[in-house]
């Protein structure tokens, strides 16, 4: 099982941006599809919630509604990479950031096997 590990959190003001990147460790990573989760303060990361998602080839990506028109998704196979490019950020925003990857059947692969999930990046919005 390959390695995810995100990047570019931090801590910005009301109507900011930042750029999270989620880098994999191995190429089979292209095969899979990729999600951003959030983890609020004070909830389980299994109850984090959905932020936005991409594909195995990159053509498809679906945002949860608070996130559309503000954030933007897309990954870079042959740099076995996806970033998530986000602006006007508030406070609401304020979370640990995760990605995660499962297999897309789409790419010809068996959905098997367990999500992989980063670490997690802090993003943090001040007033």
């Known amino acids: 099982q390959f390695q995810l590990v995100e990047s570019g959190g931090g801590s910005v003001q009301t109507g900011g941006s930042l750029r999270l990147s989620c880098v994999a460790s191995?190429?089979?990573?292209?095969?899979?599809?990729v999600n951003w989760f959030r983890q609020a303060p004070g909830k389980e990361r299994d109850r984090s919630d959905f932020?936005?998602?991409?594909?195995?080839?990159?053509?498809?990506?679906y945002y949860a509604d608070s996130m559309k028109g503000r954030f933007t998704i897309s990954r870079d196979n042959a740099k076995k990479t996806v970033v998530l490019q986000m602006m006007s950020l508030g406070p609401e925003d304020t979370a640990v950031y995760y990605c995660?990857?499962?297999?897309?059947?789409?790419?010809?692969?068996?959905?098997?096997?367990?999500?992989?999930w980063g670490q997690g990046t802090q993003v943090t919005v001040s007033s």
């Open positions: 191995e190429r089979s990573f292209s095969t899979y599809r």
């Open positions: 995660t990857a499962d297999p897309d059947p789409a790419a010809g692969v068996p959905a098997v096997g367990p999500r992989v």
């Open positions: 932020v936005a998602g991409v594909n195995w080839s990159g053509d498809r990506t």
